[in-house]
């Protein structure tokens, strides 16, 4: 079945971008109805959805961070990524991808999270 | 913006039944979603669109929506279900996807 995995830096500095890639196994990011998403959760926190891209390039961002953040998709790696610029204190989190139905936008399977710390 | 509103915290006895509700403006029009997260895991579908449940997940889970008000039923609760339960909807006046408060089950 399809599977996820988070990989980047687990440390960025304050005012600095934040870079992570989400690799796909098991499964093609090009095939089916779904968009690939990035969601991330501060500690002791819930869940804030960050955006989406579908393969066609297309993307949605939330409105609050919508200025800071780029999703994009690399369908030869069978990977998407999330940049996240002029980060703070406040974007350290665990951050998550996953992969989302197009239609009615539920979220199955979820990669397992990695915790990015922002502190200089 | 939409805005979700769970309980944070429902309490109940092993083999009782826990219901976790989510209000938001006529929540009944929207496809409800519900994950659980237990501590340190990442969260894991358990009902979608209100109330059809993904492959492996017990018949004990359900949900309805109706109104401004949907509900994730847990039926005959173990100890195995103590966790993070968060609601979810796609609100397309505003293009942007919003998640619950969360609510935390705790099994006494």
């Known amino acids: 079945q399809v599977q996820l995995q988070e990989s980047g830096p687990g440390l960025v500095k304050p005012s600095q971008t934040l870079s992570l890639t989400c690799t796909v196994s098991?499964?093609?990011?090009?095939?089916?109805?779904?968009?690939w998403s990035w969601i991330r959760q501060p500690a002791g926190k819930g869940l804030e959805w960050i955006g989406r891209?579908?393969?066609?390039?297309?993307?949605n961002y939330n409105p609050s961070l919508k200025s800071r953040v780029t999703i994009s998709v690399d369908t030869s790696k069978n990977q998407f990524s999330l940049k996240l610029s002029s980060v703070t204190a406040a974007d350290t989190a665990v951050y998550y991808c996953?992969?989302?139905?197009?239609?009615?936008?539920?979220?199955?399977?979820w990669g397992q999270g990695t915790l990015v710390t922002v502190s200089s | 913006s939409y805005v979700l509103t769970q309980p944070p915290s429902v309490s109940v006895a092993p083999g009782q039944t826990a219901r976790i509700t989510c209000g938001g403006n006529?929540?009944?029009?929207?496809?409800v979603h519900w994950y659980q997260q237990k501590p340190g895991q990442a969260p894991v579908l358990v009902v979608y669109?209100?109330?059809d449940r993904p492959s492996g997940i017990p018949e004990r889970f359900s949900g309805s929506n109706s109104g401004n008000t949907a509900t994730l039923t847990i039926s005959r609760v173990e100890a195995g279900d103590e966790a993070d339960y968060y609601c979810?909807?796609?609100?397309?006046?505003?293009?942007?996807?919003?998640f619950g408060t969360g609510t935390k089950v705790t099994v006494l």
């Open positions: 996953a992969r989302e139905e197009t239609i009615l936008n539920w979220f199955d399977p």
């Open positions: 098991g499964g093609s990011i090009s095939s089916g109805s779904y968009y």
């Open positions: 891209i579908y393969t066609s390039g297309s993307t």
């Open positions: 006529n929540i009944g029009s929207k496809s």
């Open positions: 669109d209100d109330s």
């Open positions: 979810q909807v796609w609100d397309s006046s505003s293009d942007h996807l919003v």
